[in-house]
Nanobody
Framework: QVQLVESGGGLVQAGDSLRLSCTASGRTFSSFAMGWFRQAPGKEREFVAAISWITDSASYADSVKGRFTISRDNAKFTVYLQMNNLKPEDTAVYYC?????????????????WGQGTQVTVSS
């Protein structure tokens, strides 16, 4: 079992930046990857970004490419999501996710480990 704890959400204006953090503890493994999903009211939880725990390979949803950057600090077991040029449509609860590399970009129902979520609200 992996425990994930997020921080860093908040209320910002369009064009502003935020950085989310997620720290993992518990039983990780060599093929582990971490990522971020988000869920807006009335919508399904959707993939945002993911990064392998071993390589620097990262994946992004088309809607955030060029604006969001995912990175990791292995020594701290922490993954970050730097969100720049935020838009009102980025408003959602952001969830940290952890699973095997082959699963981390799959639909949310396939993900085994979740954080508690952190609210990001972008006003226009």
């Amino acid at each position: 079992q992996v425990q994930l704890v997020e921080s860093g959400g908040g209320l910002v204006q369009a064009g502003d930046s935020l950085r989310l953090s997620c720290t993992a503890s518990g039983r990780t493994f060599s093929s582990f990857a971490m990522g971020w999903f988000r869920q807006a009211p009335g919508k399904e939880r959707e993939f945002v970004a993911a990064i392998s725990w071993i390589t620097d390979s990262a994946s992004y949803a088309d809607s955030v490419k060029g604006r969001f950057t995912i990175s990791r600090d292995n020594a701290k077991f922490t993954v970050y999501l730097q969100m720049n040029n935020l838009k009102p449509e980025d408003t959602a609860v952001y969830y940290c996710a952890g699973d095997q590399v082959r699963k981390i970009t799959m639909p949310a129902r396939y993900i085994s480990n979740w954080g508690q979520g952190t609210q990001v609200t972008v006003s226009s």
